[in-house]
């Protein structure tokens, strides 16, 4: 789910101060970077039907071959703010077989590591009411849950949380009340990622 309330740059800046500089900018979620981006900008967003899933499959092999696994080889500890399972759970709610979107992706390398920051839908809507405000992908209203903008938000992210929870025990994410406060929610990351480090996997 987006909007938990962490922004990245502040989850970047304090994972470097475990890391130490050696860790290389975030790659965003679909469509924000990358020389494919740039097409998908200029055609609209696609989430839903089979096109739209093979476009942003293209979108994530191009940041992946060209910004994420240069900076792993350079030996920098890439921080991404989501990766493919955003796209299984998306496709998923929208109506695709999880099979068929896992194999759109099965190229890509497993991460070391999985955040992931659980809350509540009622929560999560204030949240984003407060800040970006509701989005029209973001709410599932291009599926048509409902006409409602909020009702259709909080039936999308639900769908969305039960796929998530599929894959928090498939994939081991960990994780962490998104209720706690930035600097709680630091701490934790900080602490999983040390204990990563002091195993000395990723020298």
Same mark, same amino acid.
């Given at each position: +789910?987006? *909007?938990? *309330?962490?922004?990245?740059? &502040?989850?970047?800046?304090?994972?470097?101060?475990?890391?130490?500089?050696?860790?290389? &900018?975030?790659? $965003? @979620?679909?469509?924000? *970077?990358?020389?494919?981006?740039?097409? !998908?900008?200029?055609?609209?967003?696609?989430?839903?039907?089979?096109?739209?899933?093979?476009?942003? #499959?293209? @979108?994530?092999?191009?940041? !992946? %071959?060209?910004?994420?696994?240069? #900076?792993?080889?350079? $030996?920098?500890? =890439?921080?991404?703010?989501?990766?493919?399972?955003? #796209?299984?759970?998306? @496709?998923?709610?929208?109506?695709?077989?999880? @099979?068929?979107?896992?194999?759109?992706?099965?190229?890509?390398? &497993?991460?070391? !590591? =999985?955040?992931?920051?659980? +809350?509540?839908?009622?929560?999560? !809507?204030?949240?984003?009411? *407060?800040?970006?405000?509701?989005?029209?992908? &973001?709410?599932?209203?291009?599926? $048509?849950?409902?006409?409602?903008?909020?009702?259709?938000? %909080?039936?999308?992210?639900?769908?969305?949380?039960?796929?998530?929870? %599929?894959?928090?025990?498939?994939?081991?994410?960990?994780?962490?009340?998104?209720?706690?406060?930035?600097? #709680?929610?630091?701490?934790?990351?900080?602490?999983?990622?040390?204990?990563?480090?002091?195993? $000395?996997?990723?020298?």
């Amino acid at each position: +789910m987006t *909007g938990f *309330g962490a922004e990245p740059q &502040e989850k970047r800046k304090n994972l470097c101060f475990v890391a130490g500089e050696k860790i290389d &900018e975030e790659v $965003g @979620d679909h469509g924000d *970077g990358g020389n494919f981006s740039a097409f !998908l900008r200029a055609m609209g967003r696609f989430d839903g039907g089979t096109e739209g899933n093979h476009l942003h #499959a293209v @979108d994530f092999a191009d940041r !992946l %071959e060209n910004q994420i696994i240069p #900076a792993l080889k350079s $030996g920098f500890i =890439v921080v991404l703010d989501r990766y493919y399972y955003t #796209a299984l759970a998306r @496709d998923v709610v929208r109506g695709q077989n999880i @099979d068929w979107v896992k194999n759109l992706y099965d190229y890509a390398p &497993e991460p070391d !590591l =999985v955040f992931y920051l659980d +809350m509540p839908v009622d929560v999560l !809507l204030k949240r984003i009411i *407060g800040t970006t405000g509701l989005d029209f992908y &973001e709410s599932g209203r291009d599926v $048509g849950f409902s006409t409602d903008f909020y009702k259709s938000f %909080e039936i999308y992210q639900n769908k969305c949380l039960e796929q998530y929870d %599929e894959m928090k025990k498939e994939y081991g994410f960990i994780s962490i009340d998104g209720t706690k406060t930035i600097p #709680a929610i630091h701490k934790i990351m900080n602490s999983e990622v040390q204990k990563l480090l002091d195993t $000395g996997f990723l020298d």
